[in-house]
């Protein structure tokens, strides 16, 4: 695994590779719309990369993937979530013209090892990024899958993906 950044802390204690998922992806919505320009892509991109990095920072757990998933969970539930809201600032988009380019619905997990979203609330969960894990990290119950159990209807779409 290469050392970007200069910000490598030990085996997998970085968290480069998934914040780089999370940031394709949310930037690869805005580039479908056809809106925003590559320069426009650039900036946001940056902006976004680094609101992560200092927001996931003390909330980032290699040795229990899953634990702080909630905070580390990008939202966009008819309300915008502030960390792509301050990333789309610097760009000079309004919180109407994102609501207008990205989903109105869209949950982005970003995980130690795992990258997944869903758009609208019954979607299927696709995986963006997945990493091997090491032995004894796997908890059973991952954020996806506890929100899956406390629905009262659970998806009939709900993909569950197994890694070993």
């Keep these: 695994m290469s050392q970007r950044h200069g910000h490598r802390r030990g085996p997998r204690a970085d968290m480069v590779p998934e914040i780089a998922a999370a940031v394709g992806f949310v930037s690869g919505l805005l580039r479908a719309r056809g809106c925003v320009s590559e320069q426009q892509l650039q900036v946001f991109s940056g902006a976004l990369r ?26 966009i539930n008819h ?29 982005l997990w970003v995980d130690p090892y795992e990258v997944s979203y869903r758009i609208g ?12 894990r090491p032995p004894g990290s796997c908890g059973l119950l991952t954020c996806k899958n506890q929100l899956m159990l406390g629905r009262s209807s659970p998806s009939k779409n709900y993909i569950m993906t197994v890694s070993s």
């Design 79 to 107: 309300k915008m979530d502030p960390i792509i809201s301050k990333a789309a600032s610097h760009i000079g988009l309004s919180l109407p013209q994102l609501y207008q380019l990205l989903p109105s619905e869209l949950t």
């Design 121 to 132: 609330e019954d979607g299927s969960i696709c995986v963006l990024y997945e990493a091997t």
């Design 50 to 75: 680094e609101a992560l990095t200092e927001h996931y920072k003390h909330h980032w757990f290699p040795e229990k993937p899953f634990k702080g998933s909630g905070y580390r969970c990008i939202r």
